[in-house]
């Protein structure tokens, strides 16, 4: 079996059940798990020299929109709140096909890899002009992440009071048939999965009661993960009141969307009952702090719900209301805005960089991942703490969410995704260019 040795760490910040971190380490990756850790470790194949580097686990993204990608920062939608943002994108989204489906997400998963992400989610929740599902599982084929996408679904269109335009959304019935043939096609269960499928209403005002009931008993009978968006913005919370008649954590509650096999994106406006509710069922919150800025949605409560003991993992969420898709820039962005609600002492740069690590295996359901140690999957990322952005730094750890942006080497599953700070499991100069020809496209 291969073997890589990470060999001389300045730092190895293991997130074990101690949050050992380790001075002068090493880190030998056996096939796809990791061996061992500690110092004066050796092999017989490759090294990877590691000094003037803090290595870490691989991050883990648990909310994006990877389409999105090809529709950043467009003009009229930049300034708009949740709702009326979604109208002015919807009808450019209706004119997607598989290759933008397909490029988008290459486009994504490379920004993600780039900036230490070696596990992403994505809810891929409209599918136009034959796109699939399929289209995503590609692309993270080809780049090699550690995958989780959901079949996400839109049921409710203008004419029946939604929001998306008629042409976007499907029929329910056809919807749970393809949640049923991506759960046999492509879920994985097994330990050291590099796809695990899930079931994903869009969001409440978008699918009907009734789906949002049969999502859930679909997904227990496959064995596969229910998320969706919840509780975003004070529009969202008045839409529940008006059309529910209830909080959205009782409408998540009524209809089977609590436990620890559920995970909701963005929980700004999560009461005090609700983040009980949330800690007693194990349900896990995916925390998207750049996008709830952008779009002016508020600060989500991540310090009760941390203190309460709910699962919490970070999200870039998609590229049209971020506009970035780097995960360690949104772990800086999460330890700033509570520090902006609550002050300096409601969390620090290691329990941010917790959350987007370990917090994120936790919400995802996945305890292989996370974490340096023994026999754990090998997701790891080596950050250069070398450059002039770090020069003077005391303390790497702390310092390194705001050190560098991006990762020097990346490796998921005991494969190398990017070295030297540049892909090596895809050409990315020409997916570029070809994401760039798409948007052009998209524009006429
Ligand atoms: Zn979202």
Redesign the pocket.
Known sequence: MSEILIKNADVVVTMDGARRELARSDVLVRGGVIAAVGAGLVTTGRVIDAKGCVVTPGLVNT?H?LYQTLTRAVPGGQDALLFGWLKTLYPIWARFGPEEIFTSAQVGLAELALTGCSMTSD?LYMYPNGARLDDTIAAAGEVGLRFHPTRGAMSIGESDGGLPPDGLVEGEAAILEDCIRVADRFHDAREGAMVRVGIAPCSPFSVSRDLMRDAALLARDKGVMLHT?LAENDEDIAYSLAKFGCRPGQYAEDLGWVGDDVWH?HCVKLDGQEIDLFARTGTGVAHCPCSNCRLGSGIAPVRAMRDAGVKVGLGV??SASNDAGNLVAEARQAMLLQRVARGADAMSAREALEIATLGGAQVLGRHDCGSLEVGKRADIAIWDVSGVEAAGSWDPVAFLLAGPMRVRDLIVEGREVVRGGAMVTIDLGSVVARQNQLARRLME
């Open positions: 909310h929109h809810h968006h994106a969420d998609g």
